[in-house]
C-alpha cells in the first residue's frame, strides 16, 4: 500500500477521475482504510464545488450561430470563392454538354444519312429529266441542250441514239433509253 504523503499527492486527480486504473484502486483502497486521507478527500470535494458555484457559467444560447457567423467572416481564399461561385454552375453544365453532344451526334448522323440523297437532288440534270420524260429519241430538236450526239452507222442505232447531256461543264451525264 502507499504512504499517506504519496495518496494525498493523488487526491485530486483521483477526485477527478484523471488516475489510471490501477492507481484508482490503490488510492480507493487506502481512502477506505485511512481517516485522514478520507477527510483531505472530503476537502477537495467541497473545495471542487465552492469553486464551480463561484463561476458564472457562461450563456450557451445562441453561441454556435455566433461562431458560424465569425467563420463566415473571415477571408477565403480565392480557389474557395470560385467554387462556391461556380459549384450551381457545374450542375447546369454538365447536363448542357450532354444535350449539346447528343445534338450533335444526331446532326452528324442526320448529315451522314441524307448527304448522298441531297447531293442527287441537287447534281440533277434539269435537260435529262426533261428528255427522259418526253420520250424522244430525236437528237435534232434539242440541240441546245446537248453537248453532242453520237452518230452511229447502223440502222439499229439510229432508232435509239446515246445523247450526252449536261448542265455543268465538270458533270457529263449519258442518258440511255429503253432497248426494244
Known sequence: MPACDQVKLLLGPFDDGELEPHEMEDVALHVVSCGACKVALDAYRSLGVALRDCVRQPSVEGFTAA????IEQLPQPLVMRWRRYLAPLAEHVGAS?????????????TVWLVTPFADRLVHRSPHLAQVASEGKNDVGGR???TLGAIPSGSS???QSPMIALSNDPTTTVIWLPNQP
Open 67 to 70: 461562431v458560424l457567423k465569425r
Open 143 to 145: 440541240s441546245e441542250q
Open 97 to 109: 454538354l450532354s444535350l449539346v453532344a447528343a445534338g450533335a451526334f444526331a446532326a452528324l448522323v
Open 156 to 158: 439499229d442505232e439510229s
